[in-house]
């Protein structure tokens, strides 16, 4: 059994990178995988201010609500960051919540494998390549610990551009193969 995290950061209400990020929570637990689930939308986070306290105290001085995850992404075995694709890239909101886990640098980390999902309007599949080079830019900061692979959906605007596609079933499996 593996302790997994997956950070969703759309901020619509029905987004294709959450309905993707839930057919891989249902594929997880079908496994027996514990997962916690962080909708990005839904959490107070600030701005890191680059004062580089928490490098000091595994702290962060800002109060909101990262502190609250902190733990969990420390203690996971698996992290998932989810995004839809912003000018090839993700997404402010998750590059912000990445910056705000500075504090994790000096903790002694149990996660060893770091996933993105990713959603695009683009057909292209290199639009996945900003994507996974900013999440391999945050796995890169952690000895150990590797990326494990994407899931993209490419040509999907809105969610319901889903509909009659594979891409949740295939979503339900690679939750199953993590």
Not at 7 to 12: A, E, G, P, Q
Not at 19 to 40: A, H, R, S, Y
Not at 108 to 126: G, H, Q, R
Request: hydrophobic letters at 35%; glycine letters at 8%; one cysteine or more.
């Amino acid at each position: 059994m593996k302790n997994v995290v997956i950070v969703s950061s759309s901020l619509h209400a029905i987004s294709s990178s959450k309905l993707i990020c839930e057919k891989i929570k249902e594929g997880l637990e079908d496994n027996g995988n514990q997962v916690k689930f962080v909708d990005l939308k839904d959490v107070d986070l600030k701005f890191c201010i680059g004062c580089l306290a928490c490098q000091k105290t595994g702290k962060c001085v800002i109060n909101d609500d990262v502190k609250n995850y902190l733990d969990d992404i420390s203690n996971s075995d698996v992290l998932i960051f989810a995004s839809p694709i912003y000018y090839y890239s993700i997404t402010g909101q998750l590059k912000t919540f990445l910056d705000r886990l500075n504090p994790l640098y000096i903790r002694e980390n149990k996660f060893k494998k770091i996933y993105l999902v990713a959603t695009c309007a683009d057909t292209d599949e290199n639009a996945i390549n900003g994507s996974v080079e900013a999440i391999q830019g945050f796995v890169n900061c952690f000895d150990g610990v590797e990326f494990g692979g994407y899931f993209l959906g490419t040509g999907i605007e809105q969610a319901t551009d889903l509909d009659g596609t594979n891409y949740l079933e295939n979503a339900y499996l690679f939750g199953k193969n993590i």
